[in-house]
């Protein structure tokens, strides 16, 4: 007898300059998907992960708000630790993505891009920035949550941490526009309503989960 093979879930990733929204709405957009009849399961996932070993050396690294370099992790080094932070989370991402679960992951390889590129010293060209990620699975889709920077360093806690600076905000919005893949990205307006923008989110996560069957997982940048 034929056994049916479930289909894969659907890997959801959010992206966004620091205060755009996107922990808010990935934890409202799982509720949503799990909140609908039906077999949708989605679960969350977010990069950096603080709580592996590669994660505390990040946190360390990101709390120290100064934003100078001082006696702290190199450019290059830390961009290697928040690749490394998502490539070891690989096996659990595939395993839960075949079992037919859709996760929604707060950040991931574009941020790693867009924030080391955006510092703008040699050595971290695009090109350099994209290798190292390069072979993790690809996103079914990309929410851009797209917002002026001034509008977002307006918002509550904006400061706290590195790379919390509007100049610095401004020049990683300019580089996640620059590597954003029109075939799979959705630039969303992240000024509207937490619930508009939310509605507006599963509409088009579930139209994403919808197209997700028999699509073979695929690397990302390869
Ligand atoms: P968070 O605010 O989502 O916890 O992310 C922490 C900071 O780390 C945020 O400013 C973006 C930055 N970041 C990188 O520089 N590279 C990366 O690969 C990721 C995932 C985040
Ligand atoms: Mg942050």
């Avoid at 989110?201 to 695929?218: G, R, S, W, Y």
């Amino acid at each position: 007898t034929l056994v049916a093979t479930p289909r894969r879930g659907t890997l959801i990733v959010i992206e966004g300059v620091d205060r755009s929204g996107k922990s808010t709405q990935a934890a409202s957009l799982v509720a949503r998907l799990n909140a609908l009849s039906g077999a949708v399961t989605a679960v969350s996932m977010r990069f950096p992960d603080r709580t592996t070993q590669t994660g505390k050396l990040i946190d360390a690294y990101l709390t120290q708000k100064d934003g100078t370099d001082g006696d702290s992790i190199d450019d290059r080094t830390i961009h290697l630790l928040f690749a490394a932070n998502r490539a070891e989370a690989m096996v659990q991402l595939r395993k839960t993505l075949m079992t037919g679960t859709s996760v929604v992951v707060d950040r991931y390889a574009f941020s790693g891009v867009a924030y080391t590129h955006a510092k703008g010293a040699a050595g971290l060209d695009i090109e350099w920035c994209m290798a190292v990620d390069a072979g993790i699975i690809r996103p079914d889709v990309v929410f851009f949550l797209d917002i002026p920077t001034d509008v977002a360093a307006s918002r509550g806690e904006f400061g706290q941490e590195r790379y919390e600076r509007q100049d610095f905000q401004e020049k990683v919005r300019t580089a996640f526009l620059d590597i954003a893949d029109k075939a799979y990205w959705k630039i969303l307006d992240a000024r509207q309503s937490k619930d508009a923008l939310g509605e507006e989110m599963l509409h088009l996560a579930v139209t994403e989960i919808l197209k997700t069957e028999n699509k073979p997982l695929q690397p990302l940048w390869q």
